[in-house]
């Protein structure tokens, strides 16, 4: 019974801890959001973060791109080939990649690669007080340090995704018609007649804006909120990771259930 | 033409201020009867304390003895749970936020380690307030924090990053920071932690000559007693959440407080105890015979 009794104990507190973070982070998202304006002001500390959090993730999301892309190439031809559709290659490459494979495999590389290094550099601030040395000079750190670092996330996000579908195309391409032989001209044109401006490519720019939303928000919050040590500033880093994979699956389904709707 | 007038008239503003408040009998810290508790434990239990212009104060005290929480209390960090903290004239416990921070650009406060932006080179540093919270041209900024810079010996180094900079630089660069703005007040903490005696030394009397220099009132949390008493013009003695000696350095050396005379001889044993509180060792050995 005492087990039992010391499990429900552990069960609430852990639901407290969640709900109190949970309020914290809105509290947090609401204050990122109202100084905003004041991180616009200052242009160059946000273009600073989109070269951070963009241009040095642009790497990664190309080599992955590619490979992706290939790799949908490989798949997608061997599927295709059975029912005579290999034509239709370009299609299948095309729309899994703007829908799904862009925005997600972007958002979860952005998570790694970008969403980590925030959450280190915001958090190492805070173990070496920068922080609170920036609050003494009347210098608001969420103004001055996170919201152009979260408008930084949430702007790269898109066009990295984009980039990533832009390379995973050309992977599905490189293989499907220069290596397999694959018709050019039915690759493109499939491609261009079946994938519609809005419900494929507008439907995924917004996904990867909303998964940009979100790991900028959990990269931005966790950092603030890690324990000033070492060891607080490497848990924050991990919860990064893996509450930013999770959170970018679950709102995967939700827009997708919204989004396309022919079930 | 024009930004020369600018900054004449910004030097007259910062003159007038400065003979207005000189002029002044009132105290830039005052503490009353301040109490602050951390949840359930009580850290400050009805804390006194007065900080004039000019005045170079040092706060003494074992670890864990409420120093920071004081510091941090009259930086308006923390609240107050009861009593009063007035800074300039302005309680604490009634400033809206951007009433704080207009206050805060009065204070300059060095951190234990410095605190310095390590993305950012020296001079981007000692300019990070000026930039924040002036309109100056780059260039009168630039001279300002050259002379800053000069003041504590660091000319020299204003393009260098704080990587690069030993731990006494750093804590120079960080002084020169604090006063970047002129400030009423300054708050040291901990300033002398993990110097070798030469850097020591050099920190200790910039402190000295920059408050006498801007004419404001500094705050000092220090273990350092030595330097300090040799340094400072008054002293608050700390221990388990109340002041429980006050005076001159002169004073504070012939005190008969045994806690004063523990911690200013460096003495092992005392009110403070060496001895973690434990079962006497014989209830032990009764124990393991029994």
Not at chain 2, 250 to 273: C, L, T, W, Y
């Amino acid at each position: 019974m005492n087990a039992f009794g010391e499990l429900l104990r552990k069960i609430g507190a852990l639901t407290i801890d969640g709900i109190w973070r949970l309020g914290f982070a809105s509290r947090f998202f609401v204050a990122v959001l109202r100084y905003s304006g004041q991180s616009f002001r200052r242009l160059p500390l946000t273009i600073r973060e989109i070269y951070f959090s963009g241009v040095l993730s642009l790497l990664i999301i190309l080599v992955s791109g590619l490979f992706v892309g290939m790799v949908l190439g490989l798949q997608g031809y061997d599927i295709l080939q059975r029912f005579g559709s290999s034509d239709a290659l370009g299609i299948m490459v095309a729309l899994s990649l703007l829908r799904e494979l862009g925005p997600v495999v972007a958002g979860l590389l952005f998570a790694s690669r970008a969403g980590s290094a925030v959450t280190a550099e915001i958090g190492l601030m805070k173990t070496t007080e920068q922080l609170q040395a920036m609050d003494m000079m009347a210098v608001n750190p969420v103004a001055r340090v996170v919201a152009p670092r979260f408008w930084g996330g949430v702007i790269s996000m898109p066009l990295l995704a984009a980039m990533f579908s832009a390379m995973g195309i050309f992977g599905g391409w490189l293989i499907g018609v220069v290596a397999i032989g694959v018709d050019d001209g039915a690759f493109w044109s499939q491609m261009s007649a079946s994938v519609d401006f809005r419900y494929d490519v507008v439907n995924g720019v917004v996904k990867s804006f909303v998964f940009g939303v979100a790991v900028s928000l959990i990269a931005v919050f966790e950092g603030y909120d890690c324990q000033p040590t070492a060891e607080g500033v490497s848990r924050a880093i991990t919860r990064t990771v893996v509450s930013s994979a999770l959170v970018i699956l679950a709102l995967d389904f939700v827009l997708t259930s919204f989004m396309f709707r022919g079930l | 033409m024009r930004s020369f007038a600018r900054i004449a008239a910004s030097f007259a503003l910062r003159f007038f201020k400065y003979v207005n408040t000189a002029s002044s009998k009132e105290p830039v810290v005052q503490l009353e009867q301040v109490r602050f508790a951390y949840g359930e434990r009580e850290i400050l239990r009805g804390v006194d304390l007065t900080v004039h212009r000019g005045q170079l104060v040092a706060i003494m005290g074992g670890s864990g003895s409420g120093k920071t929480t004081l510091l941090r209390l009259i930086g308006g960090q923390l609240r107050a749970n009861a009593g009063r903290v007035t800074v300039a004239g302005q309680d604490l416990s009634r400033l809206s936020t951007s009433a704080l921070y207009a206050l805060r650009r009065r204070m300059g406060m060095l951190f234990q380690f410095g605190a310095l932006f390590t993305d950012m080179s020296v001079l981007d540093n000692v300019a990070f307030p000026l930039r924040e919270h002036t309109d100056l041209p780059a260039e009168i900024v630039r001279d300002l924090v050259l002379m800053k810079l000069h003041a504590v010996g660091l000319r020299g180094a204003a393009g260098l990053m704080p990587s690069e900079l030993s731990g006494g630089m750093a804590r120079r660069v960080a002084l020169a920071r604090a006063v970047a703005l002129d400030p009423l007040l300054v708050l040291y903490d901990e300033p002398f932690a993990g110097l070798d005696p030469i850097s020591l030394g050099v920190t200790g009397q910039l402190i000295r000559r920059l408050n006498d220099a801007l004419g404001a009132a500094s705050i000092m949390v220090t273990h350092d007693v030595q330097v300090s008493l040799g340094l400072v013009d008054y002293v608050y003695f700390v221990s388990d959440g109340v002041i429980v000696a006050r005076g001159t350095p002169d004073e504070i050396r012939a005190s008969a407080d045994p806690f004063v005379h523990q911690f200013v001889h460096a003495e092992p044993d005392g009110p403070v105890p060496f001895h973690y509180p434990a079962p006497p060792l014989a209830s032990l050995i009764e124990g393991a015979t029994a």
